[in-house]
């Protein structure tokens, strides 16, 4: 937005320079605004950077000069604007460009101001929050990364400096925006281009409106989320998805993390065993709701249990729920899981963890393996009883361990490889390894606006699909099963979708797999919810002891129950009936589908839409491809993240 405001600017003093003669302004104004906008650029190429540089303070600085930089030689083009002589404001050659480039070079000087602004509340930001431990703020590629000092965190004088930062950026996007809305189409007659790039402008003013004051929001209730003034505790869970569940797998430890100004002060884990046993123990119990009558496990609700949806924020709640039933102390404004899947990928990053504990060094491809040994493998001591050196039981001991190891390694590294945690991490909230609900319901707002809440979602129009599978026999063969996908979607020329959905499970032999003597090791139970959009009708289904069509979330679900043998394959086919999925506007039908993805589990999918024969094909959102002819458009991909697909046909 920055620099196609300077471009327009550019543009408009070119075409004054070229009316004006030489000796009256010279090409010195539009060389001082070609100037400023190549710092204006170079200023957004920098922050557009800043992932890629561990969100460096020094790379922000470096943007906020360009922007200083770029606004001295605005102001210098505004100055000489105004030594044009007057009388040059009659002549016919110039006279009508004068008061519009006057306008357009104000404006280019106003955005340069709003990117200083921006850039300060970016640096204040994020020198406090961008390393949870507290070391320096500067990139450890930087020149001055040695001298940056240790950041203390979020203050309360930070967010009301950040505040004030982005009010003052709301002034300066009302008077840019009276600037624009004061051009009337007459003034830039002198030059189409430039009319053309304004109203790009206009169109992306609301945008940026939303976007600001989502930013003042967000500073609004950052305090309390990070416990700025006061500690802020957070519920964290360790999944095992190896023994998969809705949630993204067996919730097997907890803890609590505590933030006192943005700053990691304490997080350590334990077995979940020692919060649900000694409850159960006592005589405590928890009904499990109705919606789940379907898990045979147990009949004590817990908070090892809690996961058995695929929606997070259902699940964080009933966590919380148990967790305080069952007599958890810590005051907690949110949960946080994680999976092993992002530890595996964060050991790419920290290199190989020892536990002196155990003599045993841990890496991403023995991570699972030792854990599942230490925990149930021969020797092991009870969940039962407390292990006072590792704070947790004597049966996850190692897992307690190992994860005090995995957080020091972390905080050692943090300053030199935080671009390569930040990026794990964005990759993480995508994949859903990484999963967080906040109880303050502006902030839970806020991810699902931006979809990064692991939701169910339910489109208001369109198609939709999310197969969601849950181990109910308790034992690791997920690790092992491979799961495959075929969905062929008919549409006929009314716009409705007929799917044939086969979903194949293989648990093929292999030494590993059968060294998984854990739980039940040769028989495999899970309960598959498949979930469609609320009008579907079931055509035809096999494979499976069904159970039958209910609702949830807003969407229609198939489920039943899959049983697979050790070696064996068994494959689950699906067919169903979605009226209207397909919309049509004028002469153009628009189909639209929302695949989500189960955290903890990946699909290998293909994928394939036949339009009716009527139909040619005009776009199809990437990876889909259009079939030579229009008739039919196909994809093949690992389904790890949440995307939705359009494609848009005549016909």
């Known amino acids: 937005m920055i620099t196609l405001v300077a471009v327009i600017a550019v543009c408009a003093v070119s075409s004054l320079v070229t009316g004006i003669a030489a000796a009256t302004v010279g090409g010195g104004a539009y060389s001082q605004a070609r100037q400023g906008l190549n710092h204006l650029k170079t200023g957004e190429k920098l922050l557009a950077s800043l992932a890629g540089s561990g969100f460096s303070v020094a790379t922000v600085q470096r943007a906020r000069g360009e922007f200083v930089a770029g606004q001295q030689d605005f102001q210098h083009v505004n100055a000489t604007l105004k030594n044009i002589p007057t009388a040059l404001d009659s002549s016919p050659f ?19 101001q709003i990117g200083v602004t921006g850039c300060d509340a970016a640096a204040t930001f994020i020198g406090a929050v961008s390393n949870p431990f507290g070391g320096s703020s500067g990139s450890s590629t930087s020149s001055n990364a040695s001298s940056t000092p240790p950041s203390k965190g979020l203050t309360a004088a930070d967010l009301t400096t950040i505040q004030a930062n982005l009010t003052q950026i709301s002034g300066l996007l009302d008077a840019s925006t009276r600037q624009i809305n004061g051009l009337q189409p007459g003034d830039l007659s002198f030059d189409p281009t430039i009319g053309a790039q304004l109203a790009k402008i206009k169109a992306q003013l609301p945008t940026i409106r939303q976007d600001l004051q989502e930013a003042q929001t967000i500073i609004g209730i950052a305090g309390p989320l990070l416990g700025v003034g006061q500690p802020t505790n957070y519920l964290v869970e360790l999944l095992d998805s190896t023994e998969l569940r809705p949630g993204g797998g067996f919730i097997g430890n907890i803890g609590t993390m505590t933030l006192q100004n943005s700053l990691l002060e304490s997080l350590h884990v334990k077995d979940v065993d020692l919060l649900d046993r000694p409850f159960e123990f006592a005589g405590g119990f928890i009904p499990f709701p109705t919606q789940y009558q379907w898990f045979p496990l147990v009949t004590n609700w817990s908070v090892r249990d809690s996961n058995l949806d695929a929606d997070f924020p259902t699940d964080a709640r009933n966590a919380e729920t148990n967790y305080r039933l069952e007599g958890g102390t810590d005051k907690v404004q ?9 530890i595996q990928r964060a050991l790419a990053i920290t290199g190989p963890i020892y536990v002196p504990e155990f003599n045993e060094t841990v890496t991403p491809s023995n991570l699972v393996n030792l854990i599942h040994y230490h925990q149930l493998g021969p020797g092991h001591g009870s969940e039962y009883v407390p292990d006072p050196g590792s704070l947790s039981s004597q049966r996850k001991k190692f897992t307690a361990y190992l994860f005090v190891h995995f957080m020091a390694r972390v905080k050692s590294i943090m300053s030199a490889k935080r671009g390569q945690f930040i990026r794990l991490a964005v990759s993480a909230f995508a ?12 902030a839970e707002q806020i991810l699902q606006k931006h979809h990064a809440a692991s939701t169910i979602d339910a489109p208001p129009s369109g198609d939709s699909l999310l197969v969601v599978d849950a ?18 979607v008919t549409i006929d020329t009314n716009g409705n979708a007929v799917h044939k959905l086969t979903l194949a499970y293989n648990w093929p032999t292999s030494a590993a797999s059968a060294a998984n003597d854990y739980g039940s090791k040769y028989f495999y139970r899970d309960y598959v919810r498949v979930y469609v959009p609320p009008k579907a009708t079931l055509i035809s289904q096999s494979g499976w002891a069904y159970s039958g069509q209910g609702s949830g979330f807003n969407r229609a679900v ?3 129950y899959l049983s697979l043998w050790y070696g064996g394959s068994q494959t689950i086919t699906l067919s169903w009936k979605v009226p209207s999925a397909a919309t049509k506007v004028g002469s153009s039908w628009t189909y639209q589908e ?3 993805h189960q955290a903890g589990n990946v699909w290998a999918a293909a994928m394939g839409v036949s339009l009716p024969s009527c139909a040619q094909a005009t776009s199809v959102t990437a990876p889909w491809v259009a079939a030579t002819g229009g008739k039919s458009v196909t994809f093949k991909a690992q389904l790890s993240e949440d995307k939705t697909y359009t494609t848009t046909y005549t016909c």
Not at 471 to 488: C, E, G, H, L, R
């Open 471 to 488: 181990n109910v026999i308790a034992n690791k063969a997920n690790d092992f099963i491979t799961y495959s996908m075929t969905d062929k």
């Open 431 to 442: 994949t859903k390894d990484v999963q967080v609900y906040f109880n303050n319901p502006v």
């Open 334 to 342: 949110g949960v946080i899981s994680i999976t092993p899947w992002v």
């Open 594 to 596: 929302l695949i989500q």
């Open 558 to 560: 198939f489920a039943g």
């Open 94 to 112: 110039v006279g009508g460009k004068l008061t519009a480039v006057r306008r357009l070079s104000a404006l280019a000087t106003n955005f340069a």
